[in-house]
């Protein structure tokens, strides 16, 4: 090297630079252009793809005001200091519901630390949740719902390797939305959007529609469009772990969101055709779909005796399952790994009311259920029309139904919904006795009930009199708004 001359040294430098530069280069090259489907980008160097991979490609501070001491300490390398301030402000904003700078302050969060998932799961909620509580007009509750379900929707796609935030994105639209004092209005909104203006009579393409990397969907319902959502999270769960719930617990909520969407068909009237297919799927989910994602489960691998024991069925496929039910004498039990085995499956059963939500769901799909949902659901319109004769026999119609239903399926005696159902029927029979000044026939249908072997029957007024005193109320509202 000493005998090199100046010019030569150089020269060999300039190329070992030039080399260098080769693998620089090949690693830092920059991302190309976006897949519009995948949202991915095209092309760039083993860093750029590795970001991709792993999401971490976000270059900006975010949308942060320049004089304030959240963008001080962003340039100081302090982003998760700054995006905890903006998080006090946001919260301050609320308070005194500056709603627009609560909005841009929300947004420079995001942008500050994309991927912290607490951070996308608290604000999804508080818009949702708390920041629509604040306004009186329903469809203005019901925009603030759809902004948090868009920025849950946002930050799971920002996100996509992780199901929390799918799965909070179905809370919203399915809980949310399907559950709140303003149900009926925010079902009916989701189908067609308070914003005519804007959408031109039609639903919110943000709310009814996805086009994720799984495919393009769409969805004239919340709750299927939470059954979505569910899903994605679940596929996602099967390759990452999530640690927001027990994993039993996290994969029932497709088949759960089937099963609402049934049963919101019937609350509000609507019978026929799509809601019998409605809880044939919602069986299906249930029963198969979502024991197939839990290997080792067993749900059907054992059978609970009229006396409360249980029979171990040792068999592999449904027909020998079918054939064991049939001659008990066949099933082994007692054995002590079998029992074990039998208890744990039991305790999983019972955790997410396995037995229950089988036997509605299958109950339900009989059209005998449907039609006596469809006479008590006919008859308290019928009094709300004065059509009180009319009332009376779908009414009582409607109460046998429910009898020949509970005889035939005794588990549903216990059964929160099915027992406030006939509730309301007698309380409706009660108000047309009494407006017709005709005592009350004792021999009405549901006068004998016997969930409990050993106890003497009693009919449903006596056995749930305390529920029906707080039934009364909600009779009230339906009928005069009170």
């Known amino acids: 090297m000493n005998q090199l001359t100046s010019r030569q040294r150089k020269r060999l430098y300039l190329i070992g630079i030039a080399l260098l530069l080769i693998p620089v280069i090949a690693l830092g090259k920059p991302a190309g252009e976006v897949d519009r489907d995948t949202r991915r980008s095209i092309g760039g160097g083993t860093l750029a793809q590795l970001r991709q991979e792993y999401e971490l490609g976000e270059s900006s501070l975010g949308d942060v005001d320049p004089a304030s001491s959240a963008m001080t300490l962003v340039l100081l390398g302090f982003r998760g200091i700054a995006a905890e301030l903006l998080c006090l402000e946001a919260l301050e904003n609320q308070k005194n519901k500056d709603w627009a700078k609560l909005r ?7 942008l500050l630390q994309p991927h912290f998932l607490k951070v996308w799961e608290f604000q999804g909620w508080n818009l949702a949740y708390n920041v629509s509580a604040q306004w009186d007009a329903v469809p203005d509750r019901y925009y603030w719902v759809k902004e948090g379900a868009r920025f849950t929707m946002k930050g799971a796609e920002r996100n996509s390797q992780f199901p929390e935030l799918y799965w909070h994105t179905g809370r919203i639209l399915g809980q949310k939305i399907g559950h709140s004092d303003e149900w009926r209005y925010f079902r009916q909104y989701f189908r067609v959007d308070p914003n005519h203006k804007k959408f031109n009579g039609e639903s919110d393409p943000g709310m009814s529609s996805f086009n994720l990397a799984l495919g393009l969907e ?12 569910y899903r994605v999270a679940n596929l996602i769960d099967e390759s990452r772990e999530q640690d927001i719930q027990e994993p039993l617990i996290f994969r029932q909520h497709p088949a759960k969101a ?11 009237g609507k019978f026929g055709e799509r809601t019998k297919i409605a809880w044939d799927i919602a ?18 691998y054992f059978l609970v005796l009229p006396d409360g024991g249980y029979v171990f069925l040792e068999a592999d496929t449904e027909e020998e399952i079918k054939s064991l039910i049939v001659d008990h004498d066949k099933a082994e039990y007692n054995e002590t790994s079998r029992l074990q085995k039998i208890r744990a499956v039991d305790g999983f059963q019972k955790i997410v009311n396995y037995r229950y939500w089988r036997t509605r769901s299958l109950a339900e799909a009989d059209e005998t259920t449907e039609k006596a949902h469809r006479e008590i659901y006919e008859g308290k319109e019928r009094y709300r029309e004065g059509k009180t004769s009319e009332a009376r026999e779908l009414l009582i119609s409607g109460m046998q139904g429910f009898e020949n239903l509970l005889a035939k399926y005794p588990d549903l005696l216990t059964d929160d919904s099915t027992i406030e159902e006939c509730l309301m029927a007698v309380l409706y029979l009660q108000a047309i006795y009494q407006l017709e000044q005709v005592p009350m026939p004792e021999n009405l249908p549901l006068q004998r009930l016997n969930p409990n072997p050993g106890l003497p029957a009693q009919s449903l007024v006596q056995r749930e009199s305390q529920r029906l005193q707080s039934l009364i109320s909600q ?3 339906e009928n005069t708004g009170q």
């Open 104 to 110: 841009a302050n929300v947004d420079s969060i995001i």
């Open 218 to 229: 769409e969805f004239d319902d919340n709750y299927l469009a939470a059954k979505y959502w």
């Open 258 to 268: 089937q099963l609402e969407y049934a049963v919101a068909l019937q609350r509000e």
């Open 283 to 300: 069986n299906t989910n249930w029963t198969t779909e979502y024991e197939d994602r839990k290997p080792g489960f067993g749900l059907e």
């Open 475 to 477: 009779f009230k509202r």
